[in-house]
């Protein structure tokens, strides 16, 4: 037949443009992505919003905290120079910091410069109410041997203002400076912990550099241990590592073993080495999966591949179709086999596609991917298995061996035995039972920490570092806009109100906002109106042998300084904190964030923003957690509203009465591994009802299979088992995943493939028009 | 994932230590000259043991502020008691009244409620820690961050520190200390020019604390 010999070369042609577009797609390297924010959904809508959820990001996927601990605190000092000059030599990073340089000169002109703007309200009121009581404190601090050194002398701050706003810095944490080798150092546990910290050239999605990272600090950790000191570290790029490490690990594990498992069972089953070809589509399928994904994201994600390589036990399942007559139907051809096959292939292509299609409409990234790079590699596979390899398997004459026909025989036999003894109507009543007991005991959990499979260790070691130097950054954190910056600085100073409030009663240690950096410019307007009442109150400096013209020169010289704007304001070391605070013009207006440190309740936080004009409160991960919530429901639409699609698909071949049933099963099937969910004690998270959704689609398949019958029940069970067999195969290896969301994704599809082969029999027949 | 937020503020402590530093500097530095414990040949360990001998000392002090732009220096007066394993009592009796309390808890200042332990002092965990090791007569804080150079006899001592670190570069160009059998006056010189010269009198080891002294310690 002239088709026979025509589809192989097209086929051929189209693989050879595939073969060519994902070469020129890796023309730069693997075009993947290992961002975990990539496969959340992206609930902010707004440019700002996102914006300022990167600024606070950055640091996270750029900086590394590592605290060298010692019982000697010498030591510990010498080993995190050790170490800092290692890392400075690595080349991995930008900038490696143990000790501390400070450029006194620029501190000391931005403290000069800041005297009104930067005195803070409470030193602003006592000097603008209470003047005498200014004067005696600066007194007293002229004489005092133990307030401490002035960054500037005392003749060009007379007043002592720059004092007053080096002391009233907010601090945080109980890390301090070492007087010798200017080491930030922290005590905790019986031992001194130096502070190094590090800036990676690149981000924490780098395919690379996270590894690097992840490396070097194995080494330095056995570096430190040799002199006895022990690393505690902390960063988002040891998530990344680890994630990375993890996804590399589960594909070879999950790929490998659904692979090795999948040949290892066309070996023995068809008895032939040419039967390993029918691997080819699965080859094929992948390809346009990963290239369809490159074409339309740009790029794909390594948590694609962790849960796409499961594709490879569904997409054996078409040669497996036409390959398993080979036990009613001798001799066996490639081409008369998959001509009698064709219809069901095609048919279980369309309900597949639809099932895995149905996971793109989710708001998850991820799980659109997976939908596209599923989809995409179904039908890689199928035109594979119609059109190329019938042709390479031309001339092999297969005999299969007997002894799985005997166990599908021995199989069906036992199905009739038992509907001999318990009809179907009081199986189903059992059933029934099974499920509400089952669906009595399923508890919901939905959590974004499920996308992430982070050991313990890296957690407890977070923790460490946190209960050490007592930083505790929260992720949320307060977007303030407003017109202009006057009233940004008053929004910002209301609900710094609210936050203070929140610090006293011990919910919130702590929080930085740019009104603590700079004063209002009607504030800076009241201090130098106060000044000029000052001259009533100095005769106690004057009497100490101050000047009188010193004193009159400093107050026209405060007077003189120029209202300091937020821009003026973040010149200078000591604005570093707040840089990143401020998001500058926007739309009109302009915008700053607020962040905070070591939050108890997370809800306190929304009844802040209340009535608040500008104000708003950014939580990302409580956002997350509820678009999850939400998505279950949208998931449970989307189910039925495939499985509806798939009954109007097969309405021509079945009739209304057959696509019914054909339909029920599947849904049945999922019922029953809720059911198994609850009763094993899993909770029912987003993910597994994705991968129930998925069960109905591939578990369509197997009824058609059995309906349609061709060459006798035992054979069509014996199709059935197979499929499922290799599509577990795969999918059931999810289930050892160590990231949650994988591993429940994997599960629910295993127990729903169980359940969909057992309940496959009761697709009933069709009566072929053949 | 908010274990992850750690390194996030990190950057900000760097300022702040840097300031807190400065403003809780002179404790330790002054409380070390005071006792001044460290030696080489008459030499550092005798004069170390020397100092560290007497259990209580009581004496007057004279504090003199050399400021560059004034011609006269600020003067105060007032007497301090050194308790060996207790602290230091610094009372500022002119020409204002003032009284300070040094101990393991850190700086505390009197006010019509009583001793105040200062704030900032209360994170002060390594001056607290620099002073406890004065004490004790452990030698090692000072020399760490300081070069020592002492001339002289036991009666007649000379002893010169001079800064190590970068940072303290910035701050004291040298610190001068020189003594008998106890401290009797130190000097200050600060990088920017300002200097301060501590004179002890009347010193005795002979008394011990007196009861509201010990009051004192005790709160």
């Known amino acids: 037949m002239p088709s026979e010999r025509l589809l192989p070369r097209l086929f051929l042609t189209l693989l050879v443009a595939v073969l060519a577009l994902a070469g020129w797609q890796w023309r730069d390297g693997a075009p993947l992505s290992a961002n975990l924010m990539e496969l959340v959904p992206g609930s902010t809508p707004d440019a700002l919003e996102l914006q300022a959820e990167q600024r606070m990001q950055e640091p996270l996927n750029r900086e590394m905290l590592v605290l060298v601990g010692h019982a000697d605190r010498q030591q510990a000092v010498a080993v995190a120079q050790q170490l800092g000059e290692r890392w400075q030599a690595s080349g991995l990073f930008e900038k490696v910091q143990w000790n501390l340089q400070a450029d006194l000169p620029a501190l000391r002109e931005q403290l000069l410069r800041g005297r009104l703007s930067m005195l803070s309200s409470k030193d602003r009121e006592q000097l603008i109410q209470q003047p005498e009581a200014f004067i005696q404190q600066r007194v007293q601090s002229l004489f005092d041997p133990f307030t401490g050194f002035s960054l500037v002398p005392s003749q060009d701050d007379w007043l002592g203002l720059t004092g007053r706003i080096q002391n009233s810095q907010p601090q945080h944490g109980a890390v301090q400076m070492d007087i010798g080798s200017g080491a930030l150092i922290a005590d905790a546990d019986g031992k001194s912990w130096v502070l190094l910290r590090a800036r990676t050239t690149g981000n924490a999605f780098d395919m690379k550099l996270p590894l690097q990272v992840a490396d070097l600090l194995k080494a330095s950790r056995e570096q430190a241990g040799a002199h006895g000191a022990q690393l505690l570290a902390a960063s988002g790029l040891l998530y990344a590592a680890n994630g990375q490490q993890q996804a590399t690990r589960e594909m070879t594990w999950v790929g490998g073993g659904a692979t090795l498992g999948i040949l290892l069972l066309l070996l023995l089953a068809f008895r032939r080495w040419r039967v390993l070809l029918a691997f080819v589509p699965v080859l094929v399928g992948m390809l346009f999966g990963a290239v369809a994904c490159v074409a339309l994201f740009g790029h794909m994600h390594v948590m694609t591949l962790v849960l796409g390589s499961s594709l490879i036990g569904v997409a054996v399942d078409y040669p497996l179709h036409y390959l398993s007559k080979s036990w009613s139907l001798q001799p066996w051809r490639s081409w008369p086999a998959l001509r009698l096959t064709l219809p069901g292939l095609s048919l279980s292509l369309a309900t597949s596609a639809i099932g895995y299609l149905a996971l793109a409409w989710t708001p998850f990234p991820a799980l659109t991917q997976i939908a596209v790079f599923s989809a995409a590699g179904l039908v890689g596979a199928y035109l594979c298995a119609v059109c190329l390899l019938p042709a390479l398997l031309k001339g092999v004459e297969l005999r299969p061996a007997q002894w799985p026909l005997r166990v599908a025989q021995s199989l069906w036999q036992l199905r009739t035995a038992l509907l001999k003894r318990v009809p179907s109507s009081v199986l189903l009543v059992w059933v029934l039972l099974f499920c509400a007991a089952g669906l009595w005991q399923l508890n919901t959990k939905n959590d974004i920490r499920q996308w992430i499979g982070a050991p313990p260790q890296l957690l407890q070691e977070a923790q460490a570092v946190a209960r050490i130097t007592g930083f505790q950054p929260t992720s949320q954190f307060f977007l303030v806009r407003a017109d202009n910056q006057q009233q940004l600085l008053e929004r910002q100073a209301a609900l710094g109100k609210r936050l203070d409030q929140l610090v006293q009663m011990d919910k919130l240690q702590g929080y930085l906002a740019l009104n603590q950096l700079v004063n209002l410019p009607a504030e800076q307007q009241q201090l130098r109106e106060a000044l000029n009442n000052l001259a009533l109150h100095w005769q106690p400096l004057l009497d100490l042998g101050l000047p009188l013209s010193a004193l009159q020169a400093e107050v026209a010289q405060l007077q003189a300084l120029p209202t300091a704007d937020i821009d003026a304001a973040l010149q200078g070391p000591l604005a570093e904190p707040w840089r990143t605070l401020w998001l500058g013009p926007v739309d009109g207006g302009v915008a700053a964030m607020v962040s905070l440190q070591g939050l108890n309740n997370p809800a306190l936080l929304r009844v802040q923003a209340l009535n608040l004009p500008g104000v708003q409160l950014v939580d990302r991960l409580g956002d997350l957690n509820r678009v999850f919530a939400d998505t279950q429901i949208s998931a449970a639409e989307l189910k039925l509203l495939s499985c509806v699609l798939i009954v109007l698909l097969l309405i021509a071949p079945f009739g209304v009465g057959g696509a019914l049933r054909i339909v029920a099963l599947p849904l049945l099937a999922a019922l029953c591994s809720l059911a198994s969910l609850g009763w094993l004690g899993q909770p029912l998270t987003l993910f597994s009802l994705f991968g129930l959704l998925l069960v109905t689609a591939i578990s369509v398949d197997y009824a058609i299979l059995m309906r349609e019958q061709i060459g006798g029940p035992a054979v069509s069970l014996l199709g059935t088992l197979l499929a499922a067999l290799t599509t577990w195969l795969s999918f059931g290896l999810l289930a050892v995943s160590s990231t949650p969301a994988v591993s429940n994704f994997g599960l629910s599809v295993s127990l729903g493939l169980a359940f969909s082969f057992m309940l496959a029999p009761w697709a009933g027949r069709q009566k072929h028009a053949l | ?219």
């Open chain 2, 1 to 219: 994932m908010p274990a992850m937020d750690v390194n996030d503020k990190a950057g900000r402590l760097t300022l702040r230590s840097a300031l807190r530093f400065f403003a809780g500097k002179p404790a330790p530095t002054l409380i070390a000259l005071l006792l001044s414990f460290s030696a080489h040949a008459f030499d550092l360990q005798q004069l170390s043991d020397q100092l560290a001998k007497p259990s209580v000392i009581h004496g007057n002090f004279t504090q003199e502020k050399h400021l560059r732009a004034l011609p006269q220096p600020l003067v105060s007066k007032g007497t301090f008691v050194l308790a060996k394993d207790q602290g230091l009592l610094w009372l500022l009796k002119s020409p204002l009244q003032q009284d300070y309390r040094i101990t393991a808890q850190g700086i505390a200042r009197r006010d019509a409620n009583g001793w105040q332990l200062l704030p900032n002092k209360s994170a002060g965990a390594e001056q607290n820690r620099l002073f406890l090791a004065v004490l004790q007569g452990d030698s090692s804080g000072l020399q760490r961050d300081f070069d020592l150079q002492l001339q002289g006899e036991a009666q007649q001592w000379k002893l010169t520190l001079t800064p190590r670190s970068l940072l303290l570069k910035q701050v004291f160009t040298q610190i001068n200390i020189d003594g008998g059998a106890l401290v009797r006056t130190i000097e200050l010189l600060e990088t920017q020019g300002d200097s301060t010269l501590l004179r002890m009198q009347d010193n005795t080891a002979d008394q011990p604390l007196s009861n509201a002294e010990q009051h004192d310690f005790a709160q």
